[in-house]
Each structure stands twice: as C-alpha cells, then as structure tokens.
C-alpha cells in the first residue's frame, strides 16, 4: 500500500522561498501578523493528521465505498471520526470569518492544507471541500440572516454544504435546468426537482447538509439568464438556528463510479423542499461563480495531489525494484540486477510525475495568493489586478493541471509494470480518483472555451496580456543573468508566440466562429506548457540565488534546477506540437458529414 508523506520541505520553498508568503501577508492588513513561525505550525499539524489519519484511510476506504441505504449514505470506517479530529485541530476553519468562528487566516493556507489531504485520501477530502465554496457564496451573497443562520454552524464544520447545479438531461448547459422554485406566502421557496452528481450530498459525518441550489422562477427568462440560487437545508433550521424539522430534501441513490468510491456522489430529489433565495431573482449563475472559482482551483489541486501520490509510489518502488541491468554495465554489482531507477526510460517517467507535481505546486499556491489579495487587498487596484490574474489562470490551472495529473498517474502504474495494476499496490486507485477531475467543474473543453473565447477573446486579449507582461518582465529582469539564458530564451520566444497565435485565431474567428471551437484544446495546453514554464524559470532562478545563500541544502536546489532543465528540454517542446495541431486547420475536422461517422 502507498503511504503518503507531505513534501514539507518543497511546500515550504514554494511558499517561503518563492512566493515569500510572510511580505505577501504583511501587505494585506487583514492578515499582516501572519508569519513564518505559523504558517509552519499549520503545515506541521496537517502533514501529521493528512499522514497519520487520512492516508491510512485511502485503500480501505476505496474497497469498502460508501453505503447507501432507503435515503441514508454511511461513509466508509474512520471517514466520520478522522472528520472530528479535523475539526478538533482547528483545519477545517482556517480561512472563515473570526465573527462566524472562524480563526480569519489568509485562503492561500487552506489551499495548502488541501493538497495534503487530498493527496493522501482524495475521497476523504470532498467532503470538507465543498463546504467551503458554500461558505465562501452565502458570505458573499447571503442576507445578514442567511449568514447569522448558517456560517457559524459551517465554518464549525457541524453542518456541511454542496453545491446543487446540474441535472440528467443538462449536464453542464445549465441554461437547460428545469428545477422549479416556486414562492410561498411566508417569502420562502418550494423547490421541485433532482439534481445528479451531487458530491458530498448525503453523508453521515455532519448533523445537517446545506445546500446551495440553482434553480427556476415560474417567470424566469429561458437559458442561463433565467436562474436563481437558493439555501436548500437538509433540515430546516428552528427559531434558535438548531436543526429543526426535516426538508423536502431526499437521496435518491449514490453513483456507482470508476474512482473516488468513498466520496458520495448522490442524486439529491427535492419534493416541494423549502428553500431560500440567495441574491437577486435569475441572477443565480452569477452568484454561483463565487462558489464554481473556489471549485474550480480546488479542482486544480487535485492535479498536483494526483502528481505527488503517484510520484512517491513510483519513486520508492523504482529503487527498490531490481529488473535487468544498466546499458552502461552493472550500477550495482552486488544484486543480481540493477533497480530500474537507473534505467532512462524509468526515469523520465518519474521526472515526468515530479515536474508536474512540484510545478503543478507552484502554480496552484501562486493562484492562491492571488485569491488572497481579490479578497482583502488593501486597495481596489490591487483587487482587480489580483482578479484579472485568477481569471485567466483559472481556467489553464483548472484543465491543465488535472490532465498532467492523470498522466502522471498513467505514469505511476507504468513504473509498477503488472503491479502497477494490481489493487494492493495503490497506483491504479489514483488513476480511477484522478479520472474525474478532467471532467467535474466544467469539462477539460469546456475550461478551454471558457479561456480562448470569454477569458481571452472576449476581453481583446487584454486579460492574456496582463500575464504575458508578467513573463516578459520576468525575462527582462534575468536575460543576463548567468545560468538562466536556457530557460529565459524559450519562454520568451513562446511568450510572443502566445501573442500571435490568439491573434491569429481572433481573425480567423471573425470569419467563422468555430475557429474557436476547433482551436480551443489545443490552445488550452499550449497555455498550459508554457504557464509551466514560467514556474519553472521562476523556479529555478529562486533556486540558484538560494544555492549561494545556503550551501547546505545544495542537493535540493541543484535538484530544483535539474527539474527545470527537465522540464524545459523535454516536456516544453510538447508546446509546439499543440502549435501545429491548430495551424493544421479546422476544415478537417468538419469536412465529414455526420452520416459518414458510421460503424
């Protein structure tokens, strides 16, 4: 069985080392005493419950699944009590408001102790997970009684909450939803309808679940101009905010799935159940996005998780199988074959999963900072720059990230050979869990239409540029700098490429529309590869400025580098291969018709 251990001392570079998290926080007044010494002490606890609760967790929990029983779903062994403890150490209110409980610390945090949980039982941590995002949308658009209702009971963690979107014949055009609310004399809604792939949406583990619910006003406009959202409880909250009577809110089964088995994924049916109206009428979706962001990067993370478990699996199993010898004669005379980390193909498998997941790392807490200044920075400016940032890297965080995952995973099996695909080993169950990430909070196309058409042509490229500044910045500062000229110079070059292919698309677009659509995958990953490299040339100018500075942990720096010159001479080029994808055209895509898509 595969044990997770929290990389520690790279989750520190990334937030000390690179991001240099304790300047961040002093600039943001909210949370200006904020410093290493607790940012460390956080980190500590959750490695040690994410290590020593959940991980042990991750295999028995998959084999056992959850159980679902005439509208009732039990959680796998020690999924409820290992929740307790989480709410015991405090993980699970770090970010909320001091006045509903909360301990008000920056999000980024949060981020941070997520990867750690979900690395090491990914089913476990969907169930903490979504309530954040339900937190995060009450807050933001709640009434001062929905918040007093609610937040201190969530942020405590005694009730969790969903998210309620899509529904069988919709998927994810939630412009196709049908779920009816209808108004009631006392100013509630009754709510008629059934929602699927409902994480988390019954459980065992919580003494209410509190459901965020996109859904019609009898009048509403058609298509997404028409929805509104609504505070759906299991139970109705009674006049001193205490769990009250139960709600016309009912499982109707759990999903019988490839991965994630300990997660209950729940068709939730609401028979006339009372809801509450979250914001102004058919102005739901809008609202939604405060919740499908946080979703969306929390998605993201589950990349870098699936990177990480796969890659300590490997990795410990590559130097302890032995399988043929070295090309270059016998590494290890003394056994009676050679472990097969020496062998290059094995390698660049594991280097493969390590750039991902440390990039991946990266990336995501990058984007996390970010979400920390669009929420408290001091100034407007600075709120919408941070927004325009998280836009844009959404998007590319959100496909990206989970795609490399998957493959890392892919990975992780390849490196165990047959046993790779054995259940006992822990690998193939990451790339069951992982699977789904492609797919949940918009498709990996669909993340792709949300860059190239809303993020980036919507907006005249505007957005793009504010981050390919970034770069070109970043290359200017560190052209001459010695030892960086073989990351500085492709970065800069693919910069400007970046430029002129979304120009060149745009035009293209003003002829026909589907221009987009053809090219927007390929330019997804095209944005994805050279995001990445960014971090990496980031990464390894961080690193060789911190190798003079401290000549003892020469191995880990050298190592950082080495990643990086990886990444850049063997996993960039995969860039211009999507370059070419899109310069092949869209006409051989729809120049078949229909009827000849035969079998």
Not at 131 to 141: L, P, V
Not at 183 to 189: F, L, N, V
Not at 554 to 581: N, S
């Amino acid at each position: 069985m595969n044990l997770y251990q929290a990389p520690l001392r790279d989750m520190r570079f990334v937030l000390h080392e690179l991001l240099n998290v304790e300047q961040h926080y002093t600039s943001i007044p909210a949370f200006a005493e904020v410093n290493r010494e607790l940012v460390d002490s956080i980190l500590d606890v959750g490695a040690r419950f994410a290590e020593q609760e959940l991980s042990p967790l991750n295999r028995s929990g998959d084999e056992e699944g959850c159980h679902y029983h005439d509208g009732t779903v039990t959680t796998p062994k020690g999924f409820k009590e290992a929740y307790a403890q989480y709410l015991d150490l405090g993980l699970g209110s770090l970010s909320a408001p001091q006045a509903y409980g909360g301990q008000g610390l920056p999000p980024s945090l949060d981020i941070a102790v997520g990867e750690m949980n979900g690395t090491a039982n990914w089913s476990w941590g969907m169930y903490p997970g979504l309530s954040r995002g339900a937190i995060e949308t009450i807050k933001a658009h709640g009434t001062d009684a929905q918040k007093n209702t609610y937040l201190s009971k969530m942020t405590n963690g005694i009730w969790t909450g969903t998210m309620c979107l899509t529904e069988s014949h919709a998927g994810s055009d939630l412009g196709l939803i049908r779920t009816k609310a209808i108004e009631q004399d006392d100013g509630s809604y009754a709510l008629h309808g059934t929602k699927v792939f409902i994480s988390a949406g019954e459980h065992d583990m919580a003494d209410n679940i509190v459901h965020i619910v996109l859904a019609r006003l009898p009048d509403a406009p058609k298509g997404t101009k028409g929805i509104s959202l609504f505070i759906v409880p299991k139970y109705l909250p009674d006049a001193g905010g205490e769990v009250g009577p139960r709600n016309g809110v009912h499982c109707g089964g759990i999903e019988h799935k490839m991965g994630i088995k300990a997660s209950a994924t729940c068709t939730i049916n609401f028979d006339g159940a009372t809801g509450f109206l979250i914001g102004e009428p058919n102005k739901g979706l809008q609202c939604m996005f405060t919740f499908m962001n946080a979703a969306r990067v929390g998605t993201a993370v589950q990349g870098v998780c699936a990177a990480e478990g796969a890659f300590q699996g490997a990795l410990r199993y590559a130097k302890d199988r032995v399988a043929m010898r070295s090309l270059n004669g016998p590494s290890h005379p003394e056994l009676e074959a050679d472990p097969i980390i020496v062998h290059p193909a094995v390698r660049t498998m594991l280097l493969t999963q390590k750039t991902f997941a440390e990039g991946g790392r990266a990336l995501v807490y990058w984007l996390a900072t970010q979400i920390d200044l669009a929420a408290h920075a001091s100034t407007p400016e600075a709120r919408q720059q941070a927004d325009d940032l998280m836009s844009i890297l959404t998007p590319i965080a959100k496909a990206f990230l989970t795609e490399m995952g998957s493959e890392a995973a892919k990975h992780g099996v390849q490196v165990y050979g047959g046993h790779g695909f054995i259940r006992e080993w822990g690998m193939e169950q990451i790339v069951r869990d992982t699977r789904i990430a492609c797919l949940y909070e918009g498709t990996t196309e669909i993340q792709a239409l949300d860059l190239l058409g809303r993020k980036v042509l919507q907006t005249q490229g505007e957005l793009l540029k504010k981050f390919t500044r970034i770069i070109h910045k970043f290359c200017e500062a560190h052209a001459a700098q010695a030892g960086m000229d073989e990351f500085v110079a492709p970065l800069q070059s693919l910069n400007k490429t970046w430029s002129d292919l979304t120009m060149d698309i745009g035009m293209k677009a003003l002829m026909n529309r589907d221009e987009v659509g053809g090219s927007a995958v390929d330019y997804l990953y095209f944005s994805g590869y050279v995001t990445l490299a960014y971090i990496w040339a980031w990464m390894a100018e961080t690193a060789s400025r911190r190798l003079s500075e401290n000549p003892e942990q020469a191995d880990f720096y050298h190592a950082k580098v080495q990643t990086a010159q990886f990444y850049y001479r063997k996993l960039l080029p995969r860039a211009q291969a999507h370059l070419a994808c899109i310069q092949g055209g869209l006409v051989v895509v729809q120049q078949m018709p229909v009827a000849a898509f035969a079998f």
